[in-house]
Antibody, heavy 124, light 111 residues
């Protein structure tokens, strides 16, 4: 049973860089069948996909966040990480990591499982 | 403003059947599969339906999904109090080099 766990600072100052790590247990980030993803949810609002990474290092980011986002993977630690630069109060959200299962061109792709999420507040 | 459009709220009484709609466009729902996620209060989202109408192991068959053209629907039959949650649809969007889009979510209340 794969489990994901987010970790990182819960408070970040405006204009600084938000950094989070997702640790994967019960499975390997080096598996070729999955992408590893970040998704966020502002308080009281809906879900927003941030981006994903393949074990090879190939990435894809939300166009609206692309200029500020970097996702990386550390296969030796079975972790992947998120960096979001120049944060503002609008980046305050619960940040989730999730596995994106590649079902192929017919079945498509879906997120499963999700981590429990971590709240990051941007405030001075 | 979410790319996929869902009603903000839905409601029903125990035992009823309710449906939640998700409307998109030719670049997302019209050409890709739809997934549904259930978010119980204070918890992380959980996969409910994948590939338009497939239920993961452990999801009751009271939950079903369908897709037609650029729209999709989630149906819940035999509504139970524990179904009170937020429901999100999601799909791949082929525009802008491809990315994932979510609906704005529907809050389901069991009266």
């Amino acid at each position: 049973q794969v489990q994901l766990q987010e970790s990182g600072p819960g408070l970040v100052k405006p204009s600084e860089t938000l950094s989070l790590t997702c640790t994967v247990s019960g499975g390997s980030v080096s598996s070729g069948s999955y992408y590893w993803s970040w998704i966020r949810q502002p308080p009281g609002k809906g879900l927003e996909w941030i981006g994903y990474i393949y074990y090879s290092g190939s990435t894809n980011y939300n166009p609206s966040l692309k200029s500020r986002v970097t996702i990386s993977v550390d296969t030796s630690k079975n972790q992947f990480s998120l960096k979001l630069s120049s944060v503002t109060a609008a980046d305050t959200a619960v940040y989730y990591c999730a596995r994106l299962i590649l079902g192929g061109s017919y079945l498509g792709n879906w997120f499963d499982p999700w981590g429990q999420g971590t709240l990051v507040t941007v405030s001075s | 403003q979410s790319v996929l459009t869902q009603p903000p709220s839905a409601s029903g009484t125990p035992g009823q059947r309710v449906t939640i709609s998700c409307s998109g466009s030719s670049s997302n729902i019209g050409s890709n599969t739809v997934n549904w996620y259930q978010q119980l209060p204070g918890t992380a989202p959980k996969l409910l339906i994948y590939s338009n109408n497939q239920r993961p192991s452990g999801v009751p068959d009271r939950f079903s999904g369908s897709k037609s053209g650029t729209s999709a629907s989630l149906a819940i039959s035999g509504l139970q109090s524990e179904d009170e949650a937020d429901y999100y649809c999601a799909a791949w969007d082929d525009s802008l080099n491809g990315h994932v889009v979510f609906g704005g979510g529907t809050k389901l209340t069991v009266l």
